[in-house]
């Protein structure tokens, strides 16, 4: 049986929109969806919540113990998602020596739309494999990268992307994804050395539709979202 360690972070220095760790779907809290659908998974062993905010704390404190203030290193606009769940790996290990933790998994208050489903099944997928050290959730883009543009100082245009062949229509393009922010689920061993951002060699993708890869960073997000919610799409 696999040690997996949930780590749920959610810092205060929102810029996009103010607070918005504490917004409501349907009369619940996005920290308090998160924690409750993390609790339903079968193969989460811990959840550590993190967060440097004393409202975001005091609200996950409804539905979990907070073991810990995350430190203010760990909360700057620089500091990566990694280096949260690093932080929070080795607390656990300091604290809990004789639980040796397996895999890591980043699961972000902001991506409502996630089932404890989509937890386990993306850790099978993991847990099973032998050559992968990570999967993320994924889904598709809404538009295609290969008629992307990108704009010098004299605003002459230039494609983004310089492929030798040229995509006509929609058709004719190859399906492309982007991480949806909804899971990264890493070995922990492998998280320990991390450089960069994933996806690295090794890393597996976890498929999730459009209509529930909402990650809620600006306002019009979250009025999709509770749109979606009402309406019951």
Do not use: C
Request: a positive charge; glycine letters at 4%.
């Amino acid at each position: 049986m696999h040690n997996i360690l949930a780590v749920i972070p959610a810092r205060g220095g929102s810029k996009g929109i103010l607070n918005k760790n504490l917004l409501k779907l349907n009369n619940k809290s996005l920290i308090e969806i998160t924690i409750k659908e993390a609790k339903k998974s079968k193969h989460i062993s811990h959840i550590i919540f993190s967060s440097d905010d004393k409202k975001i704390i005091n609200e996950a404190k409804r539905f979990v113990k907070v073991k810990f203030v995350r430190p203010k290193k760990y909360a700057s606009d620089t500091a990566s998602s990694y280096d949260v769940a690093r932080h929070a790996l080795g607390w656990f290990e300091k604290n809990n020596k004789s639980k040796k933790v397996d895999i890591v998994v980043i699961l972000s208050p902001t991506t409502p739309f996630r089932k404890a489903n989509d937890i386990d099944n993306a850790l099978e997928k993991l847990i099973i494999s032998k050559k992968a050290n990570s999967i993320i959730g994924i889904t598709e883009v809404e538009y295609p990268p290969f008629w992307m543009l990108k704009k010098d100082k004299n605003s002459k245009l230039s494609w983004l992307i310089k492929e030798k062949k040229k995509f006509n229509t929609r058709q004719e393009y190859p399906t492309i994804y982007q991480p949806n922010g909804m899971i990264y689920a890493i070995r922990a061993n492998f998280l320990k050395k991390l450089k960069g951002i994933l996806p690295q060699s090794g890393t597996l993708g976890h498929y999730v539709d459009e209509d529930r890869s909402i990650n809620i960073d600006k306002l019009s997000q979250y009025e999709y979202a509770k749109f979606k919610i009402k309406s019951k799409i």
